[in-house]
């Protein structure tokens, strides 16, 4: 059965036709504090047609609606629908969307998290098959997410973008290469610290500088991310990438967790792992497979174990606060 947020929906549409050229957007706060920001309507109208014309989306084809109108993954889904006729349907932003949602979507777009607690939901993994494309954004694909979505048959991307971007410019194929393809229009570079600058007419981005540590392809166009700046790791003169570090052991490592950092008197900054688990011997098991599978600077040197990790509204993990252990 499909809940509709009236409210929520209706003071979307009221902003929207308000007659102002720009919306406010929140940021999630994933590496900091949120902020809000004004964004340009005709430029969101522009990442829509975009995404729409991509994704082959006609006039009456059904999306869904999962996640919060605060933030630009819900807005944009939203204009999305306004720019080219879909129907959308809209329920409560919820971990586990299909699970009362029937039919087939011709476009669903979901965090992480939501993917992963539909892929272990039997009654909503089912579902997957009736979706014709889903758009996974706002956090990593595991290699455990990537092989399950590989078995369905809906067509599953991963997505790059952030808020300034007005939702992704990039998209891969899950299942496929390891590289992102940027969209049409997109230009893309490095700064001198490895950072890509993205510059996108559509949206009105104009040479953008992130914090995200890049390396292109052989074509000078494909990218994959490594890593976050503000997430390298200084452990005894050895820079250390955090995602880097938190790719390998999550393929041997189901429990959720994250890689941290945290000052240290001899090594200058020392890695943490911070386990989301109620196990008191967790840490024993983890730092048994980081021993196994990490070269030796890569070792975690402190272990911690948290009921629960803290995240934004947006379900990604706040990496920007100091862990305490609190098991």
């Known amino acids: 059965m499909i809940i509709i947020t ?32 004004m964004i340009d309507k005709e430029c969101m109208l522009a990442s829509a047609c975009r995404t729409n014309d991509f994704f082959g989306l006609r006039r009456g084809d059904r999306a869904l609606l999962c996640m919060s109108l605060d933030y630009i993954a819900g807005k944009m889904m939203a204009v999305r629908a306004i720019e080219r006729g879909l129907r959308l349907d809209i329920i409560e932003p919820c971990g586990n969307p299909l699970a009362d949602c029937t039919g087939c979507y011709d476009f669903v777009a979901m965090v992480p998290m939501q993917v992963w607690n539909t892929m272990h939901d039997k009654t909503a993994r089912k579902r997957l098959d009736d979706v014709a494309n889903l758009l996974v954004g706002g956090g990593s694909v595991s290699s455990e997410m990537e092989s399950g979505l590989a078995l369905h048959k809906c067509r599953a991307w991963s997505s790059y ?26 230009s893309l570079s490095l700064d001198s610290d490895g950072c890509l600058v993205v510059s996108d007419k559509a949206t009105g981005a104009l040479n953008l500088k992130t ?39 999550a393929e041997h490592f189901a429990i959720p967790f994250i890689i941290t950092k945290r000052n240290d ?42 009921c629960e990790l803290p995240r934004t509204e947006t379900m990604k993990i706040k990496r920007a606060i100091p862990y305490r252990q609190s098991l």
Not at 9 to 28: A, C, L, P, R
Not at 161 to 186: D, F, K
Not at 215 to 237: L, M, P, Y
Request: some cysteine; aromatic content about 8%.
């Open 6 to 37: 009236v409210m929520d929906i209706k003071q979307f549409y009221e902003e929207w036709n308000n007659g102002n050229d720009h919306i406010e957007v929140q940021t999630s706060g994933s590496t900091g504090v949120p902020k809000k920001i």
């Open 161 to 186: 973008g952030m808020t300034e971007t007005l939702s992704h410019v990039a998209l891969r194929r899950i299942g496929g290469e390891a590289w992102y393809e940027p969209l049409i229009n997109v």
């Open 211 to 249: 914090n995200d540590i890049a390396e292109f392809a052989s074509d000078g166009r494909r990218f994959r991310i490594i890593g976050r700046k503000d997430n390298v790791i200084c452990s005894g003169g050895i820079k250390i990438h955090a995602e880097e570090v938190e790719r390998i052991i």
């Open 265 to 306: 008197d001899k090594f200058g900054e020392a890695m943490v792992m911070v386990i989301e688990s109620r196990d008191k011997n967790i840490v024993d098991k983890a730092r048994r497979i980081c021993a196994d599978i990490l070269p030796k600077y890569w070792q975690p040197r402190h272990f911690m174990v948290v």
